[in-house]
């Protein structure tokens, strides 16, 4: 038997899935608008901006207090996930 506490915790995380699932959806939108002004499959994996968001979020996460292994895990992910993104669908512009 699931804790009544527990229960009411996931209906939390629940919603907040529900927002990351539309923050993404903008992202994808914003992610097809550069995807649009690319010229070159070569342009879609840039090293250098990578870097740079990574080294971003690991400075805000260790600002905001949140643990820099989580969101540095989460982020080389999303970009990972973008940049298959990319690939799949350069051509469909």
Do not use: C, H, Q
């Not at 629940?14 to 995807?35: G, H, S, T, Y």
């Not at 990574?54 to 940049?83: C, E, G, H, Q, V």
């Amino acid at each position: 038997m699931v804790n009544k506490n527990i229960i009411k915790i996931r209906k939390k995380l629940d919603k907040l899935d529900n927002n990351l699932l539309a923050i993404i959806k903008e992202r994808v939108k914003l992610v097809d608008i550069v995807l649009k002004n690319k010229k070159f499959k070569r342009e879609i994996i840039d090293k250098k901006r990578i870097s740079v968001i990574l080294k971003n979020i690991s400075k805000k996460s260790k600002y905001k207090n949140i643990d820099p292994k989580i969101t540095n895990k989460i982020w080389k992910s999303m970009i990972r996930a973008f940049i298959d993104y990319e690939f799949r669908n350069f051509g469909k512009k």
